[in-house]
């Protein structure tokens, strides 16, 4: 999905976004993510964005598992912002819309009392590389990719467009791939903040391979 704005570094975005903790959603660089918005303080929050000019959206994960407060759980360290670019009304209240995923970034503070919704102040200088598309391509295992994304598919009984993968770029695939996984928060988290693409992909294909293992070994359903 082309975004309109150009973004070609840390200092084209603003340092405090607006944060959508979600567990199990990842977003990446250049990824898309469709998103279903009911509650009202998230309502106001894509409301904001577009009040603002900038359609910047943060997905982060809770982290339940260190959280004290289940209503307001902690957030992980590392998320990514997204820019809106799709946005359609239900007609019943909700927003159906799409985020973009354009850079990592790493939680500096997360701000309270200004807004329904959970705002941070960010940094995304660690992630610069996130701004060069496609960058690390080469490094990736291709050939082990697909094999292990051939085998999960077979053993889940699955079918997807094996032309389109074929074809797609290396970035895009492994984001895609890894933001489509069936895995959870921790996992996902991995993904997240892997250094590069290279180790992304690696991660991918390991988790992968564990969960065929255990599945093939112990007849249970795969991982969740």
């Known amino acids: 999905m082309p975004i309109n704005a150009d973004y070609r570094g840390p200092a084209d975005l603003p340092e405090t976004i607006p944060v959508f903790p979600l567990p199990g959603a990842l977003l990446l660089p250049r990824g898309q993510m469709p998103l279903n918005i009911f509650e009202p303080r998230y309502l106001a929050m894509v409301d904001d964005a577009f009040r603002d000019g900038h359609r910047l959206i943060g997905m982060i994960q809770p982290d339940a598992a260190h959280s004290a407060d289940a209503d307001r759980p ?12 799709q946005l359609a009304e239900s007609g019943d209240g909700r927003y159906i819309l799409e985020l973009t ?3 990592r970034f790493k939680v500096i503070e997360e701000l309270s009392g200004l807004t329904p919704y959970r705002q941070c102040r960010v940094d995304f200088f660690p992630f610069v590389d996130d701004f060069t598309a496609r960058k690390g391509e080469d490094e990736v295992d291709r050939a082990a990719l697909l094999a292990a994304l051939s085998d999960f598919l077979k053993v889940n009984h699955l079918k997807v467009d ?12 492994v984001n895609a791939l890894a933001m489509m996984s069936p895995y959870g928060v921790a996992e996902k988290q991995a ?9 992304r992909a690696e991660i991918l294909i390991a988790v992968t391979e564990m969960d065929l293992a255990r599945t093939r070994t112990s007849g249970d359903p795969p991982l969740q």
Not at 79 to 84: E, F, L, Q, S
């Open 162 to 173: 094996w032309n389109g993968i074929e074809t797609a770029p290396n970035e895009a695939l």
């Open 101 to 103: 995923g354009v850079a």
């Open 191 to 199: 993904m997240l903040e892997a250094p590069d693409l290279k180790t």
């Open 74 to 85: 902690r957030l992980f360290k590392v998320g990514c912002v997204g820019r809106i670019t």
